[in-house]
C-alpha cells in the first residue's frame, strides 16, 4: 500500500515543499522514516504513531517506511507530523477519496502542523515563510492548526483549512463536516504602540536635524556625548519619524519574523522594527547563527533601526560583523548543508561617551578623571573601517536649563515625519527623472548612480575637490558626503546640490 502526500520545511527564509512517500508493506511490524531527517523529524514517529490512535484510527501493525523527498536536503523541525500522519491514514485506506480527488487532494495540497500524543494538532515556527513559500510553488490548498490560521493567510492567496484535531481534518477532507476557513488577521496591537516622540527631547537641535535627514536617505548615524544629554532618547525616538511600512515591507519583516518565532499572533508586523542589543549579545546573536541558521539582531532589524547603546562595549568581532551588512545589505551565512543569505537593510545608530568616565570636554563643569591612554584605547574601540562606514557623526551636548526647563516649544515627530516622507518621495521622482526605476534610498546608491543623479553647482563641485584632496578622504567617505548632501537637497526638493549643502553634510561627518 501506498500514499503519498505534502509538506514543507524551512531553509532560512525560504522553504522547500517536502513529498512524504509512504510505503505499508508485510513484514514485523516497524516505522523508518528515511530522507535526512533530523532528530526532531525522527522523533515523529512516536508522536505519529500516538496520535493516529488517540484520533481514534488503527495504526497499521506492518512495516512502515516513509521517504522524506528530495532526500539530499536535511529536514528539520516538528511541521512535517501531520504530512506524515494523512500520508499514513492515506497508505492504509483508514479513509477513502474518489480516484479523481485522491490525485487533485495530492497535488493541490500540503500539510503543516505538529502533533501532540492526543491528536491535537499544533502551530510550528515559521508558518508565514513557508505560505509563501508554496504559494510560490503552485499550492492552492493549505491544512494547518487553526492557531496558524491567521499568520499562514497573511501570505497565501489559496483555500486555508485549519483543524484543532487530527480527526476533525479526515472528516473535513472527506466531506463528513465542513471545511473551516481561516481569515486574515486584524491590524497588530503593536501598530499602536507608544513611541517616544521628538516633542519631548529639550533642545538638541543639531541632533535632531542630523536623525531627520538619516530617516530621510537611510543613513548611519554615531552620537556621542555624556552620560545624559539624550543619546538613548534620541535614538528611541527615531522610529517615529519613519514613513509607515508599505505592503511590501510589511511582508518581508513578518516573514523575517515568523521564521523567529516573533510574529505577533493578530497578523503582520505593522511597524518598523526597533532593535536594542545588550552589550553582551554573542556574534551569532548580533549576525544570525545555529546549524539550522536563524536571523540574528541584524536581520531582525531589517526596514527599520538598529541601536547600539554604549558601542565599545560591544565585543570586537560582534562590531566588525557590522561592516559587510552596512555596505551589501545582506548577510551571507555558510553551513555545511548550504549557504543561507538573510536582509539586513537598516539605519544603524550608535552611541557612546567620549571616554570611560564620560565627561571629557563635557564643558559642564566636570571633571574628566581618564589618561589620555585610557581615553584613545576606549575610541579605538570601534575601528577605523567601521567609522568610515558611517554616514555622519554627532555630538550630543549636554542641554542648557533654559532648553531643558521645557518653555521653548519642540516640534512632533509628525511634523518631522511629514518632511521626511516629502523628501522620500521627492527622491523617488528624481531617480524616475533619471531613469533608475528600482526604489533604493540615498545610502544605496552606488558611486555609478551617485554621479548620474547628483548634479554639483560649481562651488559645491569645487569643495568637494578641496575636501578630498586636503583632508585625504577615502572614496567611501566621499561618496558618504555625497550622499548626506544629496539627502539634504532632497528635504529643500532641489535637484542640485549647492554648497552649503556639501558644507553641511561636512560639519555632519567631520566631528
Known amino acids: 500500500m501506498y500514499a503519498k502526500t505534502k509538506g514543507i520545511v524551512l531553509m532560512g527564509l525560504d522553504s522547500e515543499i517536502i513529498t512524504v512517500e509512504v510505503d505499508i508493506a508485510a513484514g514485523l511490524p516497524c516505522f523508518e522514516i528515511v530522507g535526512l531527517p533530523t532528530a526532531a ?4 514517529k512516536e508522536r505519529v504513531r500516538a496520535a493516529i490512535r488517540n484520533a481514534g484510527f488503527e495504526f497499521p501493525m506492518r512495516r512502515i517506511v516513509i521517504n522524506l523527498a528530495p532526500a539530499d536536503i536535511r529536514k528539520d523541525g516538528s ?3 501531520l504530512a506524515m500522519a494523512m500520508g499514513i491514514l492515506l497508505a492504509a485506506h483508514a479513509f477513502k477519496l474518489k480516484k479523481a480527488e485522491a490525485q487533485r487532494f495530492i497535488e493541490e495540497s ?9 491528536g491535537y494538532i499544533k502551530g510550528v515556527t515559521g508558518g508565514l515563510a513557508m505560505a509563501m513559500g508554496a504559494r510560490a510553488k503552485g499550492v492552492t490548498t493549505l491544512y494547518t492548526a487553526p492557531s496558524m490560521g491567521c499568520e ?7 483555500e486555508v483549512v485549519i483543524a484543532n484535531t487530527l480527526a476533525d481534518l479526515v472528516n ?10 481561516a481569515a486574515k488577521g486584524a491590524v497588530s496591537n503593536e501598530a499602536s504602540r507608544a513611541l517616544p516622540d521628538f516633542k519631548d527631547v529639550q533642545g538638541q537641535v543639531m541632533a535632531k536635524k542630523a536623525l531627520e535627514i538619516a530617516a530621510a536617505g537611510g543613513h548611519h548615524v554615531l552620537l556621542s556625548g555624556s552620560p545624559g544629554a539624550g543619546k538613548t532618547m534620541l535614538a528611541r525616538a527615531m522610529p517615529s519619524i519613519l514613513p509607515p511600512l508599505t505592503d511590501a515591507e510589511q511582508l518581508t519583516i513578518s516573514q523575517i519574523y515568523s521564521v523567529a518565532g516573533l510574529l505577533p499572533d493578530t497578523g503582520l508586523v505593522q511597524h518598523r522594527p526597533f532593535r536594542s542589543p545588550h552589550h553582551t549579545i554573542t556574534l551569532a546573536g548580533m549576525a544570525g547563527g545555529g546549524s539550522v541558521p536563524k536571523p540574528g539582531e541584524l536581520t531582525l532589524s531589517h526596514g527599520g533601526v538598529l541601536f547600539l547603546d554604549e558601542a ?3 565585543s570586537r568581532s560582534v562590531l566588525e560583523v557590522l561592516r559587510q551588512p552596512l555596505e551589501e545589505g545582506l548577510i551571507h551565512i555558510a553551513r555545511a548543508r548550504g549557504n543561507y543569505a538573510f536582509p539586513c537593510r537598516f539605519i544603524l545608530l550608535m552611541a557612546m561617551n567620549p571616554c570611560p568616565c564620560g565627561w571629557y570636554h563635557s564643558g559642564d563643569g566636570h571633571i574628566c578623571t581618564c589618561t589620555p591612554w585610557q581615553r584613545e584605547n576606549y575610541r579605538r574601540r570601534l575601528s577605523g573601517p567601521l567609522l568610515d562606514r558611517l554616514d555622519m557623526v554627532i555630538e550630543v551636548a549636554r542641554p542648557k536649563y533654559e532648553e531643558f526647563c521645557g518653555h521653548t516649544k519642540q516640534e512632533t515627530s509628525a511634523t518631522i515625519r511629514e518632511r521626511v516622507i516629502q523628501a522620500r518621495q521627492f527622491q523617488a521622482w528624481r531617480l524616475e527623472q533619471k531613469g533608475i526605476t528600482e526604489t533604493v534610498l540615498n ?6 548612480q551617485l554621479i548620474v543623479t547628483c548634479e554639483l553647482s560649481s562651488m559645491a563641485e569645487a ?30 526638493e532641489s535637484t542640485t546640490i549647492e554648497a552649503d549643502y556639501v558644507a553641511e553634510a561636512l560639519s555632519y561627518r567631520m566631528n
Not at 152 to 158: E, H, L, P, T, V
Not at 172 to 181: D, I, S
Open 41 to 44: 523529524v525522527r522523533e515523529a
Open 79 to 81: 511541521g512535517l507530523d
Open 110 to 118: 500540503l500539510f503543516i502542523g505538529e502533533l501532540s500524543l492526543e
Open 152 to 158: 499562514i493567510k497573511s501570505g497565501f492567496d489559496g
Open 172 to 181: 473535513m477532507v472527506t466531506g463528513r463536516v465542513p471545511r473551516e476557513f
Open 312 to 314: 565599545p562595549e560591544f
Open 443 to 448: 545610502s544605496e546608491l552606488t558611486h555609478a
Open 463 to 492: 569643495m568637494l575637490a578641496q575636501v578630498f584632496q586636503r583632508l585625504q578622504v577615502s572614496i567611501r567617505s566621499y561618496d558618504k558626503i555625497l550622499r548626506v548632501a544629496r539627502t539634504i537637497a532632497d528635504l529643500k
